[in-house]
């Protein structure tokens, strides 16, 4: 089979029956076809050419952060990559919640018999040999379900708690499957690595909130705790509005400032890995503060347009990882993450 376009269960797609099967049908219509579950399992092969084809062409960062692995360790990478990619699309790319919800139930089901020993899709056939080599647990896996599960009936946080309860399931088992994946999730030191990495994971995913306030607001989610916003005189109609009054300002430096925070909360994590997972590391928490950076840089208005890192930033970040891993003697860690780009 062609493991990118895997064919999919005409069986199940053909004669629906009414209900969850109809719903079931009507969200994988509004996706790519090849997310869709084939009548007969790809080989180990297939699969692991699946996952490493979805990777490289949905997200260029992760794509020049496998330059950094192990070859031996890029298989992994790509698999939990393309189990996290489609689990996204699944609630975030079908319009219809229903379906949605429906999709990511199919999906947990799907990741219950990879661990039975049942794998079907590509991506299910790649991440079982993935969990039996690293030996990972089902829980970080489920848990970004969750999250996605929670996207299509959450769409506003009335405190910072409650979004960082949203951060715990949507981005910090990521950092923790990547630890998994590199051989750091050793007994004992597994409970300050996961601390670490969740610190850091967190920070990520807010500073991608903060940059993309208009964004999410238009696509109806708010990620600004409701709380903050009565505290500082700032209402939907100022987001509505796009104008980044002094108020919103003054809330979004706030916010900023306590991102900052939790990434310098997750940089000694950085001189704790191995040194091929620390240049990683060291690459996307540069890339986290960079995004900080240019919100300050525009004084916090990211109404009027969203702020972004400038292509020749994310070559220079790229360039100083290189150099690090070619030069053995460049110290890693919180001085050299701090650094300005």
């Known amino acids: ?37 084939p009548a007969v399992a790809p080989t180990l092969e297939e699969a692991r050419t699946y996952c490493r084809h979805l990777a490289e062409t949905h997200y260029e960062n992760f794509h020049v952060a496998t330059w950094f692995l192990p070859k031996a360790l890029q298989p992994h990478f790509y698999s939990i990559y393309a189990y996290c990619r489609i ?14 919800l429906a999709l990511l139930d199919l999906w947990g089901r799907e990741l219950d018999d990879c661990y039975e020993g049942r794998a079907r899709h590509p991506v299910f056939v790649a991440l079982a040999e993935t969990i039996r080599a690293r030996s990972i647990p089902k829980e970080p896996f489920a848990d970004l379900l969750v999250a996605f599960r929670q996207d299509q009936t959450v769409t506003r946080y009335a405190t910072m708690d409650e979004v960082l309860g949203y951060c715990r ?31 850091t994971c967190t920070a990520l995913q807010l500073a991608n909130f903060w940059q993309d306030v208009r964004v999410d607001f238009l696509k109806g989610r708010l990620y600004i705790p409701k709380k903050d916003m009565r505290r500082f005189g700032v209402s939907d109609e100022t987001i509505a509005n796009g104008v980044a009054t002094p108020e919103f300002r003054a809330l979004l430096r706030q916010e900023v400032a306590y991102t900052h925070s939790l990434f310098e909360q997750g940089l000694p994590l950085i001189d704790r890995v191995n040194r091929d997972l620390a240049l990683d590391l060291d690459l996307f928490s540069r890339g986290g503060l960079e995004i900080l950076r240019a919100i300050e840089r525009c004084d916090y208005d990211v109404l ?13 970040l790229a360039a100083r990882a290189l150099c690090g891993r070619a030069l053995p003697f460049l110290r890693l860690g919180s001085k050299r993450v701090g650094m300005t780009v």
């Open 1 to 37: 089979m062609n493991a990118v376009t895997a064919q999919p269960d005409k069986k199940a797609l053909e004669h629906p029956s009414h209900g969850h099967d109809e719903l079931i049908a009507r969200g994988w219509a509004a996706l790519p076809p090849a997310y869709r579950i």
């Open 169 to 199: 399931y949507s981005a910090n088992p990521v950092g923790r499957l990547v630890l998994y994946a590199c051989g750091e999730a050793d007994p004992e030191k597994m409970e300050e690595n996961f601390g670490l990495s969740d610190a």
């Open 87 to 100: 689990s996204d699309d699944l609630g975030d790319e079908v319009p219809d919640k229903s379906a949605a």
């Open 304 to 316: 009027s347009a969203r702020p972004v890192i400038s292509k020749s930033t994310k070559l220079a």
